[in-house]
């Protein structure tokens, strides 16, 4: 029996728990091999009784001193199950760190940045609205007729319509900023307004029910339409580089009097043609106008002494036209691979 009680001690002794396996299944199995209800002690004691009377003392010894080298060994295992799994997840901090973990900005967020920051460059201000707005600020101020299409549930999220009361909706365009700055100052007003609009569109690679625009105006005495030209030239060149034309094509805004679309020379085939221009050389771009009388007194603003221009731009067509991007969905869907071709643009 000597024999074996050694035996055992060497098992126990030696015993290890593979990391790879279930581990605390491992340290399970040990302790009932040796600890169980028919395991090797309960065995062994079986045997003890049965021993000559002058060989229970030394053999006594033994068995519990096996008895509690087993515990021990469980105890043992049971730590390192506790401690594991923080030493397995221990950092090397001789590691180079790792840069892709390092979120980026939206390719949507940086293109506004961008926009922002031309202005800004030639002293136009930054000025954020609400974008859940009343029909006076979206619509009537800025001279829309009472029955023009904009107004209509296919266009636009009304949010509230009560008896008598305006109605409310969520924006449909960032030209309301224009109405509520010149509504609290007095010219010169030279301000961006760029952020968040929504519209009643299905979802498509080329609409989108939400969306970002970016506003500026410009109001003072003696604003011509030379100074928005200039400036709609500064922007393009700025924003799509030195080579870049304009035109310039009479177009409508209620808000707007005169009005027009801006295009610029296509940026991927120089303007010879190509099939992102459609193979006329120009890229529609924002629109554009002196803003009417009629909005300038709406806002208490006196016609007769102050003039000014206004221009409205999508965030997400900016966007599209430098980074070739070829379907409006991809900014909301939250795809890394579409998101990280864009880490280094900031
Ligand atoms: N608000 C127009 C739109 O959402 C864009 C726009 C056009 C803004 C002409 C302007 C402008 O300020 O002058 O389509």
Redesign the pocket.
Same mark, same amino acid.
């Given at each position: 029996m000597k024999e074996l009680i050694e035996c055992y001690v060497e098992e126990i002794r030696s015993a290890t728990i593979e990391a790879a396996e279930d581990r605390a299944a491992q340290i399970e199995k040990f302790r009932v091999r040796f600890l169980g209800r028919k395991g090797v002690m309960n065995e062994l004691f079986e045997q003890f009784k049965t021993l000559p009377s002058d060989q229970k003392k030394e053999i006594g010894i033994a068995l519990n001193q096996l008895k509690n080298a087993a515990m021990e060994k469980v105890e043992e295992f049971r730590c390192y199950l506790e401690q594991a799994p923080t030493m397995e997840h221990k950092h090397d901090l001789t590691l180079p760190t790792d840069f892709e973990s390092i979120g980026s900005r939206h390719v949507l967020s940086v293109t506004m940045n961008e926009i922002v920051d031309i202005f800004s460059r030639i002293g136009f201000t930054v000025e954020e609205s609400v974008e859940i707005e009343d029909d006076w600020h979206l619509f009537s101020a !800025?001279n829309f007729p009472p029955d023009h299409p904009a107004r209509d549930m296919q266009d636009t999220f009304f949010v509230e319509k009560q008896e008598g009361r305006q109605e409310v909706a969520l924006r +449909?365009? +960032?030209?309301s900023v =224009?109405v509520r700055v010149m509504e609290h100052s007095q010219p010169p007003i030279r301000i961006i307004a760029p952020g968040r609009?929504f519209r009643n569109e299905a979802i498509s690679a080329r609409a989108h029910c939400i969306f970002h =625009?970016v #506003? @500026? !105006?410009y109001v003072d005495r003696h604003v011509t339409f030379a100074d928005l030209k200039q400036t709609l030239l500064y922007f393009a060149k700025e924003m799509f580089g030195e080579q870049t034309q304009i035109r310039l094509r009479p177009?409508y805004?209620p808000? +707007?009097e005169p009005? @027009? #679309?801006m295009d610029i020379s296509c940026n991927i085939c120089g303007g010879k043609g190509c099939n992102i221009c459609k193979g006329t050389g120009w890229l529609e771009i924002? %629109?554009? %106008?002196m803003?009417d009388p009629n909005v300038l007194e709406a806002c208490g603003i006196d016609s007769k002494q102050y003039s000014g221009? @206004? !221009? %409205?731009? %999508?965030v997400e067509r900016m966007a599209m036209l430098k980074h070739q991007i070829k379907d409006l969905r991809l900014y909301f869907e939250n795809d890394l691979r579409f998101l990280h071709q864009f880490d280094n643009i900031v």
């Open positions: !800025l +449909t365009h +960032t030209s =224009q609009v =625009q #506003e @500026a !105006l177009s805004f808000f +707007t009005s @027009a #679309e924002l %629109g554009c %106008g803003v221009f @206004a !221009l %409205g731009m %999508g």
